[in-house]
């Protein structure tokens, strides 16, 4: 099975999947071709370990812990807690007895359709990738990326080498010791730890026999475990049953004002000129004036906290505050919005992300409802720093559009149109247990 769809989504060229318009500008339905098939034997498999602690370094953060079904495949918050972090969604708490150093740094981002061939960058920065004849670039270097069967199986190699997110910090456990020291392949690797534990627990050893490289559980690899989980997502999250998915058929026209917020959404508004095609998404990068809160994506080394977006992978000055322009499916439940999720109304966010500038003069009103569990941090540095502020609107210049109220009711109504009830409520839903015996993530 491994080597059957190891490099599946590497081989399609992005071009081939460009978006078809059809004659009324809007785009034509979404192909179930573009889905890449897997065993359910994989699928059963990788939710076992989505939502099993046992990939994290201190055996207590899952996928699931920031990704879970109940918050539409994020976590609720506008910044995550994973290590040290305790409960689910929005009741999620740091733990007194392992107080988190910061914040996930980046709003926890929806798993929709992440097996849909048209999904070949990932992250809000686009720091993995599917290059244009096929392989893979990611931060790591391009020996990192062998062995995984997608884009959305080699991205699982972020949060478990992640101290805020699963390893753990420094000298807590055997994995973080070993990212400490910059040991992340090999015997004795952060990978390799993680998949000897895995291969210890008797019922992962016999489930990893559904791939045919695998005839002892020593052969179960890092990139093996990837693979289940990225088959897994791609299954439980495949969105195309909404509403809007049965007007691209012609099975149930949209009306009322859900139609008109189309109508919007694909012309005067002019929303689709970055979020495009069947899934809202031109998968580019545009600096949208949206405020930072947290500490920012910079490197431990750093002491400050500006989130530069795109600009920390390219170098490029253009790319300043650019972030990925995020799929819409179920957005009106994926919520807070925005990359720090400063925003925890849609309807709000839609306004200020319409007028950057003028959004950016209400950021002390949305630090007021930002929903942040308590950590003693300095969260609103950035927020609080004037001239900051203001270079993440300049960098939005001429993005800018005039939304009445009947506007935002339209494109409200559109939104809702775009929910699918059932990826939302997921194919196999989370188990009871795990075979680690570890606690599963439970609203």
């Not at 807690?81 to 733990?95: K, S, V």
């Not at 040991?183 to 690797?189: F, K, N, W």
């Not at 989980?229 to 004002?257: K, Q, T, V």
Request: net charge negative.
């Amino acid at each position: 099975m491994r080597n059957a769809l190891a490099g599946l989504f590497l081989s399609l060229p992005f071009a081939a999947l460009a978006t078809t318009l059809l004659a009324d500008g809007m785009p034509a339905p979404v192909d179930p071709a573009d889905y890449a098939a897997a065993d359910p034997d994989e699928i059963a498999l990788g939710q076992l370990l989505f939502y099993d602690p046992i990939l994290s370094g201190n055996r207590a953060v899952s996928c699931a812990s920031c990704h879970h079904p109940a918050f539409a495949t994020s976590d609720g918050l506008a910044l995550g807690l994973g290590d040290g972090g305790r409960g689910l969604g929005p009741a999620r708490r740091a733990d007194p007895t392992n107080l988190p150093e910061q914040r996930i740094p980046r709003n926890s981002p929806a798993l929709f359709n992440l097996g849909h061939a048209e999904f070949t960058t990932l992250f809000h920065d686009g720091r993995i990738e599917v290059r244009a004849d096929g392989t893979l670039r990611t931060p790591l270097g391009d020996d990192m990326s062998e062995g995984f069967a997608s884009i959305l199986s080699a991205q699982t190699m972020f949060p478990v080498l992640s101290p805020d997110e699963m390893a753990g910090h420094y000298s807590e456990n055997e994995i973080s010791q070993a990212i400490r020291m910059g040991r992340i392949t090999g015997e004795g690797g952060a990978w390799h730890l993680i998949s000897g534990r895995v291969a210890g627990i008797p019922a992962y050893a016999e489930a990893f026999r559904i791939y045919p490289h695998i005839d002892a559980p020593e052969d179960i690899a890092f990139t093996d475990i990837s693979n289940a989980i990225a088959a897994f997502i791609a299954h439980e999250w495949r969105s195309e049953d909404s509403p809007f998915d049965a007007h691209l058929r012609g099975e149930r026209p949209l009306a009322g004002a859900a139609a008109e917020g189309m109508a919007l959404f694909y012309g005067e508004a002019g929303c689709a000129a970055c979020h495009s095609g069947p899934f809202q998404t031109d998968h580019g990068f545009h600096a949208m004036g949206a405020p930072q809160i947290g500490p920012g994506k910079a490197a431990r080394f750093e002491s400050h906290a500006r989130d530069e977006g795109r600009f920390r992978v390219t170098g490029e000055p253009a790319d300043l505050y650019a972030f990925r322009t995020p799929s819409l499916r179920n957005v009106t439940r994926t919520g807070p919005w925005g990359h720090a999720g400063t925003h925890a109304n849609l309807r709000a966010f839609l306004r200020d992300h319409a007028d950057p500038k003028a959004g950016s003069g209400r950021i002390a009103g949305l630090i007021e409802t930002v929903r942040l569990p308590d950590l003693p941090v300095e969260d609103f540095r950035i927020a609080g720093d004037a001239a900051e502020t203001r270079r993440i609107a300049d960098a939005a210049i001429g993005v800018t559009a005039t939304l009445s109220e009947r506007d935002l009711d339209a494109l409200m109504s559109f939104l809702a149109a775009l929910d699918d009830p059932v990826a939302l409520e997921g194919r196999l839903g989370s188990p009871d247990a795990v075979p680690s015996g570890l606690p599963v993530d439970h609203p």
